[in-house]
Structure formats: structure tokens, C-alpha cells
């Protein structure tokens, strides 16, 4: 049973422009929210979060949306770059409920254009 | 600044060989956690500690042993290797609960 759900596994959009990635999870006891970016041959980094108490994460080009009524997030990206041809991992975990595990999407490849 | 560091980086193990991969933190994380990805998979949870003197099972536990040496070491067995156990293995790390982890750059283990 798959409780985060990437359904795009690729993406591509030409640089300058904006990217959105999107993340669709099932286990209502989720209350946080990271994305990772991952290069080949390299572990995930991490790259933003978001609480369930908030709907919107902002850091500099990065910014995390939350949808609880839909249970999604995304990710939008804005401008794209070349750096940010990447794959993606959305993960989720019920942290006000005290547990370590993170459970990770499935990714997206996203690849800019030039 | 090295973070979190697997050894080795590769290996080819044959069915039933045994195998330690190594991993360490010099962040002075109280967690630690073993993943394995596969293709399509996104990574999948094997083990983690939260605290040094503990271990608890992840989503994939079957085949695998841990032991968290000490706070800065979280070690992962494999007894018997099988071919099911090829996949990349990344060790990450974090302060505690749900916060974010800090990866190594992987093992790539090849069973043949």
C-alpha cells in the first residue's frame, strides 16, 4: 500500500520557467511534509518542508504547498534551472505522534530544458 | 565537513556471502537509519535507531540485521546475501522525530 504517491514519474520543462511537482498521500496521521532532491550517484538532499499546520513553505525558489482537505503537496520551482535537473522525492511522516520513519514517494525526474 | 559517510561504495557479493556496510555521522545525530532503493520503489525504510542501545524494524526488515555501535556508527549485516538484496543502500541521519535526515552517497551492492 503506497501512503505517499508521486504519479508523474518524469517532468520536463524548459529553463525560466516554472516547475511544479506534485505528491498525493493517504495516512491522515501525516502532520509533516519534506521533499528531497536527489543527483545521480549522490544520497537525497534535503530541500524544504512543511507542517500540516500551514499550507505554504517558502525558500527562496522553492516553495511547498499543502492541500490537507485533498491530501496533496507540491513543489513549485520558480525560475527553473539547470541545477535543478533532478529526481525529486516527496516523503511524509506523523511526527506529533512521535515516529522516526519517513515514508518516501516513489520520485519524479525532472529535467530542464535549456 | 564530511556528514554522513558509507563504506565501501560498491561491492559484488556472491549468494550466500555475508556482508557489513558500514556507516558514520559526525553530526552528533541521536537517529539513524538504513534504506534500500530499487527502481520505482522510492526508498524503503529497513531499519533505524533512535538512540544508541536501540534498534527498531523498518518497512523491509527481512534478511537484515543492525547494531548500532556506538552514537556515531550504525552498521548493517547482511548473513546470507540473495540476488532480491541487490539495490543501492543509503545510511542517513537526523536529530530525532520526523526531522530531516542527512543521507550518505550510497552503497551499490550487486548479488550474483
Redesign the interface.
Request: glycine share 22%.
Given at each position: 500500500d503506497q501512503q505517499?504517491k508521486q504519479n508523474s514519474?518524469s517532468l520536463r520543462v524548459q529553463e525560466g520557467r516554472i516547475s511544479i511537482l506534485n505528491c498525493d498521500y493517504t495516512n491522515s496521521m501525516f502532520d509533516?511534509f519534506?521533499w528531497?532532491k536527489k543527483y545521480p550517484?549522490?544520497?537525497?538532499?534535503?530541500l524544504i518542508?512543511i507542517s500540516s499546520i500551514k499550507d505554504k513553505n517558502e525558500d527562496g525558489r522553492f516553495t511547498v504547498f499543502l492541500n490537507k482537505s485533498a491530501k496533496h503537496l507540491s513543489l513549485h520551482i520558480v525560475p527553473s534551472q539547470p541545477g535543478d535537473s533532478a529526481v525529486y522525492?516527496c516523503a511524509a511522516?506523523?511526527?506529533n505522534f512521535?515516529?522516526?520513519?519517513?515514508t518516501?514517494?516513489?520520485?519524479t525526474r525532472l529535467t530542464i530544458i535549456p | 565537513n564530511a556528514g554522513?559517510t558509507q563504506t565501501p561504495k560498491f561491492q559484488v557479493l556472491k549468494t550466500g556471502q555475508s556482508m557489513t556496510l558500514q556507516c558514520a555521522q559526525d553530526m552528533n545525530h541521536n537517529?539513524m537509519?538504513w534504506y534500500r532503493q530499487d527502481p520505482?520503489?522510492?526508498?524503503?525504510?529497513i531499519y533505524?535507531s533512535?538512540s544508541e542501545g536501540t534498534t527498531?524494524k523498518?518497512?523491509v526488515p527481512n534478511g537484515y540485521n543492525v547494531s548500532r555501535l556506538n552514537k556515531r556508527e550504525f552498521s548493517l549485516r547482511l548473513e546470507s546475501a540473495a540476488p532480491s538484496q541487490t539495490s543501492v543502500y543509503?545510511c542517513?541521519s537526523s536529530t530525532?522525530?520526523?526531522?530531516?535526515?542527512?543521507?550518505?552517497?550510497?552503497t551499490r551492492l550487486s548479488i550474483l
Open positions: 505517499v514519474p509533516y519534506l528531497y550517484a549522490e544520497g537525497p538532499t534535503f518542508s522525492f511522516s506523523a511526527r512521535g515516529n522516526e520513519k519517513l518516501f514517494g516513489t520520485g | 554522513v537517529s537509519y520505482g520503489m522510492g526508498l524503503r525504510l533505524y533512535a527498531d523498518g518497512e543509503f542517513a530525532g522525530a520526523g526531522q530531516p535526515q542527512h543521507f550518505g552517497d550510497g
